[in-house]
């Protein structure tokens, strides 16, 4: 009973919502450390983009175990990373929707050279705009800014939120439960009265998030990944990048 009684305290003082989205149903878990909630994905419809869309691309974290955190308020989550490239141009979040979110719901992304201090750079997509599906439309979110000049080796912030929803109705953020990227780490701040702080390392809990940085401007805009029914996902780049040509080939497509 007294470890019980330790374990529910534990949930109710550290409580982090994680989620994902299966193709055979959702159901709610308990997480391994007993601090966090989560369902099941199921990673095997979740591929990648196309090799072309790391043009420009300095720092990545591509890896995912399948979960994502949530992105409603008050909670903020950042991603740290070291730059090799003295320009930052635009950063990419592997973003995904669970449940019905409200519309719209803004995501903003900030670029910080430290974590309580100013943003560097700023920006915020509209969901009703930038279209964030589940499964395998999951997406690569570009948040494009104007060019910042950065110190190589030096230590920067991708900072995350959404504006709404709840744990069941929100779009999440990808991440992996294992350290592969060695250059930074996933934080979260739990609110404004709140200090940054790392993830406790085990179970799912983020070890590092699902991200890209640009020291060139990227191609390919919002781009869906690439889910397997299209014959060439440069067609789908194509379409989505230019959403008003090509009337004749998007109807043939169903785009």
Request: charge should be negative; proline fraction near 5%.
């Amino acid at each position: 009973m007294k470890k019980n009684m330790v374990e529910i305290l534990i949930v109710m003082l550290l409580m982090t919502t994680v989620v994902s989205a299966t193709n055979i149903q959702v159901q709610d878990t308990v997480r391994a450390n007993k601090s966090e909630t989560s369902v099941s994905w199921n990673t095997q419809s979740i591929l990648s983009q196309p090799t072309a869309f790391d043009i420009g691309v300095d720092q990545k974290q591509t890896e995912n175990c399948g979960h994502g955190i949530i992105l409603i308020p008050p909670w903020t989550f950042a991603q740290s990373f070291t730059p090799t490239k003295a320009t930052l141009t635009a950063v990419r979040l592997y973003l995904f929707k669970y449940g019905t979110p409200p519309d719209p719901v803004e995501i903003t992304v900030s670029i910080r050279d430290n974590l309580t201090h100013v943003d560097l750079a700023t920006k915020t997509i509209d969901t009703s705009v930038v279209s964030i599906g589940s499964g395998t439309k999951a997406k690569w979110v570009l948040f494009d800014f104007e060019d910042l000049t950065v110190t190589p080796g030096s230590t920067y912030y991708i900072v995350c939120s959404g504006s709404a929803g709840d744990t069941t109705n929100t779009y999440c953020w990808f991440y992996n439960n294992e350290n592969t990227y060695s250059g930074g780490e996933a934080l979260v701040k739990p609110d404004e009265n709140s200090v940054w702080t790392n993830f406790t390392h085990g179970g799912f809990n983020p070890d590092d998030f699902c991200f890209k940085t640009y020291y060139l401007k990227p191609f390919g805009g919002s781009s869906f990944v690439n889910n397997g029914q299209l014959a060439n996902p440069w067609l789908d780049a194509l379409l989505e990048r230019f959403p008003h040509a090509f009337p004749i080939l998007r109807h043939l497509m169903g785009f």
